[in-house]
């Protein structure tokens, strides 16, 4: 039974993480991938900008932070399925990748490519963030009460 | 008499040569990589991201380096770039509760809920030169605790459930974008927000210090310092659902101020506000502390006359790509400006000169 | 229309291809009258192929576009929102307007700038049956003497002008060519 192996992801959850993946960690995992479809281009990679937003006070009016890199892209497969990227930075080989797997997430290639590109990107995401959070709660502060003299 | 003159372009050309010549300094040293730049001067990426007002740290490191390490220049070249960008269009407001925090601090409360942790800081370090960094050498990895698996909530919610703390009422109002609109005084919050965290950071440091001074003082504590990672989420029209289309590293402070109230309003604390791109903690408090100086009008509050109360001053005056602009200017050609200036004293000179002479007759 | 069909039509080349199409509508719009040829985009019906490329050459995420009459259609409306961004809007809050004359009156409706900010007007694009140096004599800045031009409604146009310098601005585009009148050009019906 492969499919139970195989948890479900939508695709707001895989293009997410084909958009923060690092461009060399995506781009070697897609190296490796041996059925890599042939596409027509629907809109070629572009290199862009996205304004940032934050809120005032955390939590009240939005306010324009600045902008942010992103690259996107869109294309077709042969088939008809329509891929589409919108990637953190400027390397277009990335969004080219995630578009063309965006797609073929789509059909029914999706459990080889979910267990071959989403699931490792999707590991050493979360392998990065915990190492990241383990240096942080070393650096926690254990306050000590101190006993003083005149409370004695 | 006007005379037009041209040339330099040589002398442009040889003084650029020269210049490049300069940034890779002697070729006996090895050359400064990228990365290099962007993993060990990461916090100088970080100002020229912050004030250069694009996210992008490999391209930080790549104006630093051209440069020279002059990071007012490196702004100047990242501001530059951003023009020629398409914008695909805004984020969803990142939701800064969510962080993955490296750091989190309070000056106010000891036992938040996530604790004091205190990240990769400065603070408690004896600022004495370590000159094992002059020898290159290994560094022992960071000591790891148990990895926090929840977010860390805001501090500043917990006074909210006394009420003793402003209100922040979330809106979905689109915010004014400065680099789109030219501002237009008064302003609004959103807008002096946007104009403090892309403002210089010696600015907004010298405007914040002047309130602690005494210059409309405010009475901020750090109610949080927070810095770590957020997912940035953005619509996308054509698939008619928001993904995340990245990580950004920001650093955040809310300030907490004492309050004795106003026509207006009853005592209670106030809120100031700083947010900014990466690791750039005395930008964020300084932006707290100038954000609440000039909420004045808002609060009910006298016009001390201060300086940092004064919006139109302070952001007029907090860019500092305006402002190296308009400062460098004045050393570039002015002959004819210059020229007419010396005619006018000339002549000035030899009216005195004749009148002292015809009083001096009458005399 | 295939699914994803609205993804298809933009231009091949975006830089090169919005290059030459904001100078052909650069120039119709600096030489009021003069007809011109614009391609480039391949857009759904009921666009012309003028008036869609001129879409993709000046709207972004940041430029309300209003769809007129029976250029409102979800075909339309994925193209323009894949290909530029640009968000759907009402006539009162367009930065740019398409549809045939008679869906886009009474012209009252779109923005004409503020006398601080002349600029923030609506640009009315109308897709026109034809297009010909005939008719209503157009004098005025960028014309040499006088020139004509197939208008569709001359009295409103000439209401339009004397707002000046307040007041929209049209483009005219019918098949690929495409023709323009600021509100600088004073208008004479035909005679």
């Known amino acids: 039974m492969e499919q139970e192996k195989t948890p479900h992801w939508d695709r707001q959850a895989w293009m997410g993480v084909l958009a923060r993946a690092p461009e060399d960690a995506l781009l070697a995992l897609w190296a490796q991938y041996d059925a890599r479809p042939a596409f027509d281009w629907l809109r070629p990679p572009e290199v862009g900008g996205v304004m940032v937003r934050g809120r005032t006070g955390a939590r009240g009016a939005p306010f324009n932070l600045g902008e942010m890199t992103v690259t996107r892209c869109s294309l077709v497969l042969q088939d008809?399925?329509?891929?589409?990227?919108?990637?953190?930075?400027?390397?277009?080989?990335?969004?080219?990748?995630?578009?063309?797997?965006?797609?073929?997430?789509?059909?029914?290639?999706?459990?080889?490519?979910?267990?071959?590109?989403?699931?490792?990107?999707?590991?050493?995401?979360q392998a990065a963030r915990t190492a990241r959070a383990a240096k942080a709660a070393a650096t926690k502060v254990e306050f000590f009460t101190m006993v003083r003299g005149e409370d004695q | 008499m006007y005379v037009a003159v041209k040339g330099g372009e040589k002398a442009i050309e040889n003084a650029h040569a020269w210049m490049a010549e300069e940034r890779r300094g002697s070729p006996d040293v090895e050359e400064l990589s990228l990365p290099q730049i962007r993993e060990q001067l990461g916090l100088a990426v970080n100002r020229v991201m912050a004030e250069g007002s694009m996210y992008d740290p490999d391209l930080a490191a790549l104006a630093i380096k051209q440069a020279r390490g002059d990071l007012i220049e490196a702004i100047?070249?990242?501001?530059?770039?951003?023009?020629?960008?398409?914008?695909?269009?805004?984020?969803?407001?990142?939701?800064?509760?969510?962080?993955?925090?490296?750091?989190?601090?309070?000056?106010t409360f000891k036992d938040a809920p996530g604790g004091q942790v205190l990240g990769?800081?400065?603070?408690?370090?004896?600022?004495?030169?370590?000159?094992?960094?002059?020898?290159?050498?290994?560094v022992p990895l960071a000591p790891e605790g148990v990895p926090r698996q929840e977010a860390t909530p805001h501090i500043m919610q917990f006074l909210k459930g006394e009420d003793l703390i402003q209100d922040e009422p979330e809106t979905d109002a689109a915010p004014g974008d400065l680099t789109r609109e030219p501002m237009e005084f008064p302003t609004t919050r959103p807008l002096r927000l946007q104009s403090l965290t892309r403002g210089d950071e010696g600015f907004v440091l010298g405007m914040a210090y002047s309130t602690q001074r005494g210059y409309a003082r405010n009475h901020a504590f750090v109610g949080e310092l927070r810095i770590g990672t957020v997912a940035v989420e953005m619509d996308i029209p054509e698939l008619g659902f928001s993904i995340e289309i990245g990580d950004i590293e920001l650093t955040e402070c809310e300030t907490v101020n004492q309050f004795k109230g106003s026509k207006t309003e009853p005592p209670q604390f106030?809120?100031?506000?700083?947010?900014?791109?990466?690791?750039?903690?005395?930008?964020?408090?300084a932006m707290a502390l100038v954000d609440r100086a000039l909420r004045w009008k808002e609060l009910g509050e006298d016009d001390q006359g201060a300086p940092a109360q004064d919006e139109e001053?302070?952001?007029?005056?907090?860019?500092?790509?305006?402002?190296?602009?308009?400062?460098?200017?004045?050393?570039?050609?002015?002959?004819?400006?210059?020229?007419?200036?010396?005619?006018?004293?000339?002549?000035?000179?030899?009216?005195?000169?004749?009148?002292?002479?015809?009083?001096?007759?009458?005399? | 229309m295939t699914a994803g069909s609205q993804f298809m039509g933009g231009f091949r080349d975006a830089p090169i291809d919005a290059a030459h199409a904001f100078r052909a509508a650069m120039t119709v719009m600096a030489r009021p009258g003069e007809i011109r040829q614009l391609v480039g985009a391949t857009p759904p019906t009921p666009l012309s192929v003028a008036a869609g490329?001129?879409?993709?050459?000046?709207?972004?995420?940041?430029?309300?576009?209003?769809?007129?009459?029976?250029?409102?259609?979800?075909?339309?409306?994925?193209?323009?929102?894949?290909?530029t961004g640009a968000p759907i809007v009402k006539a009162p809050k367009a930065d740019f307007a398409i549809g045939r004359w008679k869906d886009l009156m009474p012209l009252i409706e779109f923005r004409i700038g503020t006398p601080e900010y002349p600029d923030r007007s609506a640009t009315v694009i109308v897709e026109t049956p034809g297009l010909l140096p005939?008719?209503?004599?157009?004098?005025?800045?960028?014309?040499?003497?006088?020139?004509?031009?197939?208008?569709?409604?001359?009295?409103?146009?000439?209401?339009?002008?004397?707002?000046?310098?307040l007041g929209c601005d049209f483009f005219f585009t019918c098949g690929d060519t495409i023709a323009a009148l600021p509100r600088s050009t004073q208008i004479e019906a035909e005679t």
């Open chain 3, 53 to 83: 490329t001129l879409l993709l050459t000046l709207c972004d995420p940041d430029t309300g576009v209003h769809l007129a009459g029976e250029f409102d259609t979800l075909q339309v409306r994925e193209w323009l929102t894949f290909h």
């Open chain 2, 270 to 285: 106030t809120r100031g506000y700083g947010l900014v791109f990466g690791q750039s903690e005395r930008k964020a408090i």
């Open chain 2, 76 to 107: 100047f070249l990242i501001r530059a770039y951003r023009t020629t960008l398409p914008r695909f269009g805004c984020s969803c407001p990142v939701n800064t509760a969510d962080m993955a925090c490296d750091r989190r601090i309070s000056a």
């Open chain 1, 80 to 125: 008809g399925t329509v891929g589409h990227a919108y990637v953190q930075g400027r390397s277009k080989a990335k969004a080219e990748a995630a578009a063309a797997i965006d797609a073929l997430m789509q059909t029914a290639a999706a459990p080889r490519v979910t267990k071959s590109v989403i699931e490792p990107l999707a590991h050493q995401r």
């Open chain 3, 134 to 165: 005939r008719g209503a004599l157009l004098r005025g800045p960028g014309i040499k003497d006088t020139a004509r031009l197939s208008l569709p409604d001359v009295p409103a146009l000439q209401a339009n002008a004397r707002l000046y310098p």
């Open chain 2, 120 to 138: 990769p800081t400065f603070d408690y370090t004896h600022r004495l030169l370590d000159f094992k960094l002059a020898a290159d050498g290994d």
């Open chain 2, 313 to 363: 001053f302070v952001l007029s005056h907090s860019d500092n790509i305006q402002a190296t602009g308009f400062l460098e200017h004045i050393k570039l050609p002015h002959y004819v400006d210059f020229q007419s200036e010396l005619e006018l004293i000339r002549k000035l000179r030899r009216e005195a000169q004749d009148l002292a002479k015809s009083k001096g007759a009458a005399e």
